[in-house]
């Protein structure tokens, strides 16, 4: 390659890569984003959350409160799951729960107690 076609190659390179700033690209990418942002403005208005007061069909039950956590080996103990099922009995008549173990295998006998 000549040093004059190195030279073209060069200039070439250094056009392209200024022309991605070039006030009309600027522009247009200014309008496309600020149509963007407008369009997701206006159709993503927050929606009020009516309130429910009815019964819910069921409730997937974890009764670990904050600092409880089976990697830590600390788990509920009986009094805190039993005031969990009397919370959760106002609001459903079924839970879901999937530990065995423990003070956790108590909450088929609890749950049957209390509703």
């Not at 000549?2 to 056009?15: C, D, K, P, S, V």
């Amino acid at each position: 390659m000549t040093t004059h076609a190195i030279a073209t190659e060069t200039l070439r390179n250094t056009r392209a890569r200024k022309s991605f700033f070039h006030p009309a690209t600027l522009l247009a990418l200014g309008i496309a984003a600020a149509t963007t942002l407008g369009v997701w403005d206006v159709t993503n208005r927050p929606v009020a959350v009516p309130d429910y007061a009815g019964q819910v069909s069921g409730l997937a039950f974890s009764p670990f409160h904050r600092g409880e956590t089976p990697e830590a080996n600390r788990y509920p103990s009986t009094a805190e799951i039993r005031d969990d099922l009397q919370k959760a009995s106002r609001i459903t008549g079924r839970i879901r729960t999937y530990a065995l173990t423990g003070d956790m295998g108590q909450i088929p006998a609890l749950a049957g107690i209390i509703i």
